[in-house]
């Protein structure tokens, strides 16, 4: 992060722009937007400076720029088309450790302008830090078509009421529970009908009523690791959530996602290293529940598919605790399609098996005749360290030695990697790539389709900016 994004307080701060044409006039009205009080250095000044003085918002210093100008003021601005006199500028500055703009200089600038959303009091900046300023200008324009023009005067509302709020409802995670309330309530849509009064008396009902603080646990697939997989109602739930209990499955781009101010435990959960007994977990979201928590129960995949979700569920019922379930993205649908691996065609494979590679409870081995048959695809999960024991146990079974295999590492993340080999070679391919956990075994004649029908990092993707929103949706 070059820049660490700040909203500042302008409201009658000096603020000192060197330049009067129309880079410095489109500068200007931003900061006069902010409250600043401006004082405007230049050799000549477009009219809107000129008005902009006899209405009393800004100062004009005609001649030349002289560093003595900076005294007294929070920022500065250069915006001349004189790279010398901008450098100067912002040597001046600097060397008075002041905060300094240079117009189409990202090097020379201690702040930059971000591309604006504006629905006050809500306000969203959109910065590719100088790099690519039409780029953030075209992502700018994209979210203001979705975001709705009532979401100004919605956070006026509740704004008035936070005191109210606050003398009502102790502790901080009590309150964010009320608001998301609010905002799950007719409130919201009587603003967006502009029906404000209504809406006023709406909330205050809803602050009028006992406050129940109620725990409840999500079961969340958080899907292979791309999070671009994540589903709309993870996403939300994720944000939410007071604590977030996760695995080491879960990627770091989608606990980036998770609410920052949210509690996060990891409960481990990898092959060979389960960190935390399974009970324990169980134990942990019952007693986070009933401590009032909205607990986000964060697994990779989906949580119903070798995810121990229902027996989580199933601790959780005999205390009567609320709770939801969010499919993600199994590891098998996820990673076999961005290796170009189909699970299922009408050529190669009439079905496909998901099976894990760890032992049953009972010690007891899987049914490898059932697994061995051709024209069907067996997908294993977690089976990288007993690759050994399948590979040899499949071909006993009688699975063909030249069956394809194919093993995915990190699925459907930025560092996947996707060996292909035969059956026969399974283990070798693992020895000699190194490959490490995460990663799906993937047999059957599909995977003889891979080199056809590989796409991820290899071939372009289609340009955001040249979808619809509806496509984007």
Request: proline share 5%; with cysteine; net charge neutral.
């Amino acid at each position: 992060m070059q820049y660490l994004p700040l909203f500042v307080k302008l409201t009658d701060k000096p603020v000192l722009i060197v330049g009067g044409g129309s880079v410095a006039l489109r500068k200007a009205g931003t900061l006069l937007s902010a409250g600043a009080r401006l004082t405007v250095v230049a050799k000549q000044f477009a009219d809107e400076f000129v008005q902009w003085q006899q209405q009393g918002k800004a100062t004009l210093i005609p001649g030349s720029f002289d560093p003595v100008q900076l005294d007294g003021k929070l920022l500065v601005i250069a915006a001349t088309d004189d790279e010398q006199l901008n450098d100067s500028v912002y040597q001046a500055a600097s060397a008075r450790n002041m905060l300094v703009n240079t117009v189409d200089d990202q090097p020379k600038c201690g702040f930059i302008f971000p591309s604006i959303i504006d629905r006050s009091p809500i306000l969203i900046a959109i910065s590719s830090f100088g790099t690519a300023p039409v780029l953030a200008r075209r992502l700018r324009e994209k979210l203001e078509t979705l975001l709705p023009q009532h979401l100004g005067p919605l956070a006026e509302l509740v704004g008035r009421f936070r005191s109210r709020v606050k003398a009502k409802i102790s502790g901080f995670a009590a309150r964010r529970q009320f608001w998301e309330q609010v905002f799950d309530s007719d409130v919201v849509r009587d603003v967006q009908a502009n029906q404000l009064e209504n809406a006023e008396q709406r909330l205050q009902q809803l602050l009028d009523e006992p406050q129940q603080q109620a725990g409840e646990v999500y079961i969340v697939g958080a899907g292979p690791g791309d999070p671009e997989l994540l589903t709309l109602k993870a996403l939300q739930l994720m944000q939410q959530a007071d604590v977030v209990v996760y695995d080491y499955l879960v990627s770091a781009p989608i606990m980036e996602l998770v609410r920052r101010d949210a509690e996060r435990i990891c409960v481990g959960k990898k092959a060979g290293d389960h960190s935390v007994p399974q009970q324990d977990t169980n134990q942990l979201l019952i007693d986070l529940a009933l401590a009032g928590k909205k607990v986000c129960r964060l697994k990779g995949g989906d949580p119903f598919i070798f995810g121990r979700g229902g027996e989580e569920i199933q601790a959780l019922i005999p205390h009567h605790i609320a709770f939801q379930v969010v499919p993600g993205v199994t590891a098998a649908a996820g990673c076999a399609a961005y290796a170009g691996i189909p699970l299922t065609h009408r050529d190669h494979a009439q079905s496909v098996q998901f099976v894990t590679g760890h032992c049953r409870a009972d010690g007891s081995e899987p049914d490898w005749h059932s697994m061995s048959k051709a024209n069907q695809t067996l997908v294993i999960y977690m089976g990288l360290m007993k690759a050994s024991h399948i590979q040899q146990q499949l071909l006993l079974a009688g699975r063909a030695a030249n069956t394809p295999v194919a093993i995915i590492e990190n699925g459907t993340r930025s560092d996947q990697r996707v060996v292909t080999g035969s059956l026969e070679q399974l283990a070798q391919l693992i020895a000699h790539h190194q490959l490490g956990s995460p990663a799906l075994l993937v047999i059957g004649e599909v995977v003889s389709l891979q080199q056809d029908l590989h796409w991820f990092g290899k071939r372009p993707q289609p340009a955001v900016f040249n979808q619809t929103i509806t496509q984007m949706e």
